[in-house]
């Protein structure tokens, strides 16, 4: 079995990936911060470094190998006095800072360790005779040194070591680091929040389009209509409402042909009802055999209205679909050739005269209904020997097809009426429904034709059915 997969969700993802894509850009941020706030801190304090260097090597300069006698009570005693005043490392004091433990210098005479801080280790820390920044490990701590290399009045060579412990940098790095890091973090929160609102009410009138949606049935199929359309849900809404517009028509046509079949089949139901009844009950073999013959006809009848609804719901299908350019000349030699045998038993001839091709821009299932119903009719009514003709011509902007018949003319009073729904003029000779001629015109106005008739075509007798198309040219067909 397949497991069903589960609904995406728009605006969870929309929300989840705007928060994660910024809480990405924020870390990028803080990385970039942190590199940056680390290049100039180490820049400060080297800057610091090597000038506290310089400054202190003018003191020493006048030393010689011999300090002053009181240089190393004097720095202990005022490192035990900020130690002593001090409550924090945050305070400061008359005697300097409590930091100022993270920092030492030691001097030498050539290799002999002449001064010191009192904080400083014993021997000397220096890695390198080369002077300046370098990096050193001593009493398990790392420390940034500066060496100062310079020569004593007397020639002799001095070295001045000046180092500051690495974590003092490292502790301002991290409070930098902290200091932007955290407001963004508690910031990703609030701005979820603020994302879960803006998309919520960004995507209200999607949920506004739901309920409206949700309203329609198919006895409401109106136009929906959204408070604040937007230029995404725009194209939507005009989809839909084409779609409702679709669904409305074809559930109009469909009420309708129901309409049309309850009202056209009641009558010849009836009658099969009442002959089938008569023979049922007939006296004589004479008289079951006509009631049978009567059941047959009223078959006949009733499948000639089934055949005339269902091309009038072939046509109402044909409505809305694309047109495409056809040759009329294959099209009518089809119909004649389908009809053609239902002429012979009436010993009609038929045939077809004109030009080829002609071009017309149509449905062809719609074309193939009215030509049927025009030349089906010509062969119902004609009566028997006479000839049908089809005959085609063009001009420059029209292509007109007209189906002939030497029949019996048409009656005036029929005449004004053969285009109406369920109007049957010959009711002795017909056994459809009235709608054939009606579909024929309707056909014709769907494709910018119009219809005439001639009746008397020729002199005292004739029929003449006269369709003009605009003409669609061979070359855009191709």
């Not at 050539?110 to 904080?119: Q, R, T």
Request: glycine share 4%; net charge negative.
């Amino acid at each position: 079995m397949r497991n069903k997969q589960r609904p995406h969700s728009i605006k969870r993802h929309l929300t989840f990936s705007t928060v994660c894509v910024v809480g990405v850009l924020m870390f990028v941020s803080w990385l970039l911060v942190y590199s940056e706030a680390r290049h100039e801190i180490n820049e400060v304090y080297d800057a610091r470094l090597g000038q506290s260097a310089k400054t202190l090597a003018l003191s020493v300069m006048s030393w010689g190998d011999q300090p002053p006698d009181n240089f190393t009570q004097s720095y202990t005693h005022w490192l035990n006095a900020i130690t002593a005043i001090a409550k924090d490392d945050d305070t400061t004091t008359p005697f300097g800072h409590p930091y100022e433990d993270n920092l030492f210098f030691q001097y030498r005479v050539n290799d002999a360790l002449v001064a010191k801080s009192p904080n400083a280790p014993a021997q000397w820390i220096g890695t390198s005779d080369n002077p300046g920044f370098d990096m050193v490990t001593a009493a398990g701590e790392q420390w940034r040194t500066f060496l100062l290399v310079f020569t004593l009045p007397d020639k002799r060579q001095a070295s001045l070591l000046v180092a500051e412990k690495e974590a003092i940098r490292q502790e301002l790095m991290t409070e930098v680091s902290l200091t932007i890091g955290l407001p963004q973090l508690l910031l990703i929160p609030l701005l979820a929040v603020i994302v879960v609102v803006l998309v919520s009410r960004a995507f209200r009138p999607l949920g506004e389009l739901k309920e409206t949606i949700a309203a329609r049935s198919v006895d409401n199929l109106d136009h929906i209509h959204v408070a604040q359309p937007t230029v995404e849900l725009t194209p939507l809404v005009k989809q839909l409402n084409y779609l409702f517009s679709q669904l409305n028509n074809a559930w109009v046509r469909e009420k309708r042909l129901v309409s049309t079949a309850a009202h056209e089949l009641k009558t010849p139901l009836a009658v099969l009802r009442l002959n089938a009844e008569n023979a049922l009950s007939a006296a004589t073999k004479a008289d079951r055999d006509n009631d049978l013959t009567n059941i047959l006809a009223g078959i006949d009848r009733t499948d000639r209205v089934i055949q005339q609804l269902l091309m009038l719901s072939r046509v109402e299908q044909q409505k809305n679909t694309d047109t495409t350019h056809i040759d009329l000349v294959p099209l009518l030699r089809e119909q004649i050739a389908a009809l053609a045998p239902m002429a012979l038993t009436q010993q009609q001839s038929i045939e077809l005269e004109g030009r080829d091709p002609l071009w017309v821009k149509g449905h062809p299932v719609m074309l193939s209904v009215l030509f049927t119903n025009l030349i089906d009719n010509a062969i119902r009514y004609a009566g028997e020997g006479a000839s049908i003709s089809v005959v085609t011509s063009c001009s420059a902007n029209t292509v007109v097809v007209a189906v002939i018949d030497s029949g019996d003319a048409i009656p005036d009073e029929i005449k004004s009426r053969i285009f109406d729904k369920f109007f049957r003029g010959h009711t002795e000779k017909g056994d459809g429904a009235g709608l054939g001629m009606s579909i024929v015109k309707d056909i014709a106005e769907q494709h910018q034709a119009s219809i005439a008739i001639r009746s008397p075509y020729f002199s005292d007798h004739g029929n003449g059915f006269t369709v003009t198309f605009p003409i669609a040219s061979v070359y855009e067909s191709r």
